[in-house]
């Protein structure tokens, strides 16, 4: 059935590292691939998304492309602040009109 | 402009008793989707409503119903808690369902404890 995988936390970094955060999923077809937020106290944002094959969604210096060989869209930051200390949840359109999430990934970023 | 407002923010119930979670979607959104988010079970689909009707159901049981009103305003009820209910419940609009393809708008969550 419909699922995403993405990579356990909490990820720890120091305030300007690089972030990789990874997600696969499987799914019918080609759905739409998000990434989105959430800080503490919280509901989720969408950061970015993908509709189609190859597409790379942006925002807020976060980037992940749309790899259908590898159904994978990772989510990547070249240089983090600590006010990017959240979770992080890869998701994809599933059957029936829902999302299907993964199961988040906490973001720890320290000074 | 106003973005997807739930109320209450937080709510404590006793076990037994029913609960009503209110949604007021992005105006001109007519699409609303419900979600419960636990520490166990991750993120998980309720329901969606789009004109006043249930167009899609998760694998819940049946003490959750929801419906929508006119004006797209969505509730949700659970009927009978139970301690595994305790959750966050999230809403999300979206214009329409096409729309929903690239992505809702969720709200901040009603954070719902079961004692």
């Known amino acids: 059935g419909d699922s995403v995988t993405q990579m356990e936390g909490p990820v720890t970094l120091s305030e300007e590292a690089f972030l990789t955060i990874n997600c696969t999923y499987t799914a019918t077809g080609y759905p739409s691939l998000f990434w989105y937020v959430q800080y503490p106290g919280e509901g989720l944002q969408l950061l970015l998304k993908?509709?189609?094959?190859?597409d790379k969604g942006s925002n807020k210096g976060f980037e992940a492309t749309y790899r259908k060989e590898t159904t994978s869209f990772h989510l990547e930051k070249g240089s983090v602040q600590v006010s990017d200390s959240a979770v992080y949840f890869c998701a994809h359109w599933g059957g029936f009109q829902k999302l299907v999430f993964g199961t988040g990934t906490r973001l720890l970023v320290s000074p | 402009k106003a973005g997807v407002t739930q109320t209450p923010r937080y709510l404590i119930k006793t076990r037994g008793q029913q609960v009503t979670l209110s949604c007021s979607p992005i105006s001109g959104h007519r699409s609303v989707s419900w979600y419960q988010q636990t520490p166990g079970q991750g993120l998980q689909f309720l329901f969606e409503y789009f004109s006043e009707t249930q167009r899609n159901k998760g694998n819940f049981p049946g003490r959750f119903s929801g419906r929508q009103f006119s004006n797209s305003r969505s509730e949700m009820n659970v009927s009978t808690l139970e301690l595994g209910d305790s959750a966050l419940y999230l809403c999300?609009?979206?214009?329409?369902?096409?729309?929903?393809?690239?992505?809702?708008?969720f709200g901040s969550g009603t954070r719902l404890t079961v004692v």
């Open positions: 999300a609009s979206s214009l329409t369902r096409r729309e929903q393809n690239y992505g809702y708008t």
């Open positions: 993908a509709t189609k094959a190859d």
